[in-house]
Each structure stands twice: as structure tokens, then as C-alpha cells.
T-cell receptor, first 111, second 113 residues
């Protein structure tokens, strides 16, 4: 069965640079969630989209923005990167009222 | 406030022994509950979920969990642990129509031969 695809899998950036993470949901899933997992931490919800509209917002810094496109893929844009942004970033997709399925994650390292 | 507590940070069991990982939740409404497993550096794999109905739910890899409303608990169990079960286990609440997931801090499982 098709799974959630995230790209890139690994990303290394310098401080103050920008990064774009991409997420391709499972076919026919209309909802996308972004989570951030710091080293040794539990995943923290950042933001979600349903039918291309933002549906909920968590602890997402103002330096980050995201959107969901007409083909339902989503991109998380991160600017002015800080050392503390180094983390695993997960995307999950679901049909609106169903279970969230997670992608493999993007490991972002900020140097 | 909604929250999930996993009291055990790290558990070590012998291969073949039984396992129980504890999870307690605080949620205003009837919760949707989940257990996910994460191997080092990997994504989160769904083990099982509870939305409603039978309070004992079966999942993949021989895992099961029981929802106990009176105790606000959703403990994960396996009768016989295999070395490949070594991983980190996260309990979560929310999801579905309840929106984003709230995770516990996780329990790291080690399996000794």
C-alpha cells in the first residue's frame, strides 16, 4: 500500500538559511499534519491542513510557514534557521475523520 | 488540558517475557487513543487504535491494548516479546475528527536475550 512520502530525507543547513520540506500524502487523503520531534523528545504538533485550508495550528514558530497545494501535497517552509530547529520533521496524512499515518520524516540539521 | 502520561521512560524485558507499557490520558471528551512504535531514526508506525466499541483492541505484531475509562488508561500489552520489538513506544490521544495528536513522552523498550 502507498505510504506518506517525505523529501528530502536528510537536510543540512547553516544558521539563518532557509529550508523547504515536502510531504506527499497517501492517495485520497485530504488532511496533512506536520510534527516536529527534537532529540529524545516526543513529536510536537506544528500545523495541519484540510482540503488545502489551514485547519489547526500548534507550536509553530512565526519563522515557519506551510501550505497545502491543489494536489494535496504540502510544503513546510522554514526561514532564518536556528540551531534549535535541528529535529526530525514528520508529516502525517489522513482522511479527515480517520487515523493519521506518518511518513519516514526529514532529519534537519542546522550547523 | 489534554495530556498523555507514560510513567515508564525505559523498560527492559527478557525475550519471551510478557510486556505491559502504561499510558494514562487526560481528555475532555471520549478520546481517540493510539499506540505508535518508532525505531531509532525512523518514522512512527501505527500499532493499534481505539475509537469506540470493544475496549480490548488488537493490533499488529501481536500487540493489544485495553481502554479503561474508569482509570483513564490505555495500556499496551504483548504476551511474548521478541528481540525485534526493541524500539520506542508512544501513546497518543486525539486524531480523527479530534484533530492533531498529543503524544506521551514515550517508553523505550530494550529486550535482553
Amino acid at each position: 500500500a502507498a505510504g506518506v512520502i517525505q523529501s528530502p530525507r536528510h537536510l543540512i543547513k547553516e544558521k539563518r538559511e532557509t529550508a523547504t520540506l515536502k510531504c506527499y500524502p497517501i492517495p485520497r487523503h485530504d488532511t496533512v499534519y506536520w510534527y516536529q520531534q527534537g532529540p529524545g523528545q516526543d513529536p510536537q504538533f506544528l500545523i495541519s491542513f484540510y482540503e488545502k485550508m489551514q485547519s489547526d495550528k500548534g507550536s509553530i514558530p512565526d519563522r515557519f510557514s506551510a501550505q497545502q497545494f491543489s494536489d494535496y501535497h504540502s510544503e513546510l517552509n522554514m526561514s532564518s534557521l536556528e540551531l534549535g530547529d535541528s529535529a526530525l520533521y514528520f508529516c502525517a496524512s489522513s482522511s479527515f475523520t480517520d487515523t493519521q499515518y506518518f511518513g519516514p520524516g526529514t532529519r534537519l540539521t542546522v550547523l | 488540558a489534554q495530556s498523555v502520561t507514560q510513567p515508564d521512560i525505559h523498560i527492559t524485558v527478557s525475550e519471551g517475557a510478557s510486556l505491559e507499557l502504561r499510558c494514562n490520558y487526560s481528555y475532555g471528551a471520549t478520546p481517540y487513543l493510539f499506540w505508535y512504535v518508532q525505531s531509532p531514526g525512523q518514522g512512527l508506525q501505527l500499532l493499534l487504535k481505539y475509537f469506540s466499541g470493544d475496549t480490548l483492541v488488537q493490533g499488529i505484531k501481536g500487540f493489544e491494548a485495553e481502554f479503561k475509562r474508569s482509570q483513564s488508561s490505555f495500556n499496551l500489552r504483548k504476551p511474548s516479546v521478541h528481540w525485534s520489538d526493541a524500539a520506542e513506544y508512544f501513546c497518543a490521544v486525539g486524531g480523527g475528527s479530534q484533530g492533531n495528536l498529543i503524544f506521551g513522552k514515550g517508553t523505550k523498550l530494550s529486550v535482553k536475550p
